[in-house]
């Protein structure tokens, strides 16, 4: 023993007196085989992405909902705001051809892919507790699809498009981890 009797190996004097250490997680067999458990709780890092992925979700569905509000304008109040749009970009030497037929398509498609993500996102993010092989690759899947997406408009020079691709990349990680393999079963 050293000159404080404190074991010189046991630096956080977590030791009991027979010099064995204490067992390590909550069922004794390390975070991510406790995840294994049936009765385990869910890991943080499944929190985390079930979380993100509801905000997402609910981001999505409102972006839907106001491009499909923005289709509801009328045509003559659409054009007009597109007239002084092509104003504003002529004098600065752009030549904008933009009709209320190409813009209400437009809304319409955009409605579409931020509804369906945003659906698909709460619909994920609802099952993420059930512990099925199929949630755990749905998940994944999901969210590298939706960060190829996002990595096809950062190459197209959309910068903004960057930290989305990082919550997503995070998510896709935090599914990833021990914990959260062993939770799906996937050790």
């Keep these: ?5 404190q ?5 956080d004097g977590e030791r009991s007196a027979g010099g064995v250490p204490p067992r390590r ?6 975070p991510h085989l406790d995840a294994l458990r049936p009765d385990a709780p869910t890991p943080r890092a499944v929190a985390v992405v079930r979380t993100l992925m509801f905000i997402g979700g609910s981001c999505g569905l409102a972006l839907g909902a ?10 003559e109040a659409m054009n007009e705001a597109l007239q002084d749009q092509v104003d504003i970009a002529a004098e600065q030497g752009v030549e904008l051809v ?8 437009l809304m319409g498609v955009l409605a579409l892919v931020t ?12 099952r993420i507790q059930r512990r099925t092989v199929g949630v755990f690759w749905g998940v994944v899947l999901f969210q590298a699809a939706a960060g190829l997406l996002l990595l096809w408009n950062l190459l197209g020079g959309e910068w903004f498009s960057l930290v989305p691709l990082g919550f997503t990349a995070a998510m896709v990680a935090f599914m990833f981890t021990r914990e959260g393999r062993a939770y799906y079963g996937l050790l």
């Design 66 to 75: 106001l491009f499909l509000m923005g289709l509801s304008v009328p045509a």
């Design 25 to 30: 997680g909550p069922f004794g067999f390390g």
């Design 115 to 126: 509804g369906a993500y945003g659906l698909l996102s709460t619909l994920l993010a609802t």
């Design 7 to 11: 074991d010189p190996h046991d630096f």
């Design 98 to 105: 933009v009709t209320v037929d190409l813009m209400r398509s």
């Design 1 to 5: 023993m050293s000159p404080s009797a």
